[in-house]
Nanobody
């Protein structure tokens, strides 16, 4: 019912910045929150950040707080993740996530972020 398409991944040097975007389409009127998860090679998927769709309340994982900023454009049904002061440990596949008001979850196919030292 909701399709998510990520963009903006790539290769960046340590200390650099990168901005990810995720555009939602389909049945978007019931979006409750959108966010980002990531999965590094050989590790379990972990939560990164999320934002409430109505009021814009944000929540971050401790490992990225102060470096990453999540934002949204309700009119464009798009969520962004601005990543700064990137570290090699941030290297992972980043997945966009969407939840609606009826507790349905949707996922993008992921975008690779690689941070070189």
């Amino acid at each position: 019912q909701v399709q998510l398409v990520e963009s903006g991944g790539g290769l960046v040097q340590a200390g650099g910045s990168l901005r990810l975007a995720c555009a939602a389409s389909g049945r978007t009127l019931r979006i409750s929150r959108m966010g980002w998860f990531r999965q590094a090679p050989g590790k379990e998927r972990e939560f990164v950040a999320r934002i409430g769709w109505n009021f814009g309340t944000t929540y971050y994982a401790g490992s990225v707080k102060g470096r990453f900023t999540i934002s949204r454009d309700n009119a464009q049904n798009t969520v962004y993740l601005q990543m700064a002061s990137l570290k090699p440990e941030d290297t992972a596949v980043y997945y966009c996530n969407c939840a609606d008001s009826r507790d349905n979850d949707y996922w993008g196919q992921g975008t690779q972020v690689t941070v070189s030292s």
